[in-house]
């Protein structure tokens, strides 16, 4: 498990680093392509290295996408388990 949280927490961290590198230098793209709002494309966009590598030790993903409405297949109650939890960025 070890293994897995050390991976989640590069993954997280060169996300994290991205964003914040779009958001400096093109915000209208970081809102677009990272599906952020602009309030947090300006948060991620100031953040420091060490808080960038604080969130990225969060322990769950912070990449994936926001589900906005159930895919077709998917029962209700699995699409509810799935759905993204309000961002902190």
Known sequence: ???LNDDLKAI????????RECARHNP??????????????EKI????L??????????????TPPM????PGIPSNIAAALLSAPSQV
């Open 1 to 3: 498990m070890n293994l």
């Open 12 to 19: 997280n961290f060169q996300f994290l680093m991205l964003v």
């Open 28 to 41: 209208m793209e970081a809102i677009w392509k990272f599906n952020l709002k602009d309030v947090e494309i």
């Open 45 to 48: 966009s100031s953040m420091s």
């Open 50 to 63: 060490d808080e960038i590598k604080e969130l990225s030790t969060c322990g769950r993903a912070v990449f």
């Open 68 to 71: 906005t409405q159930t895919p």
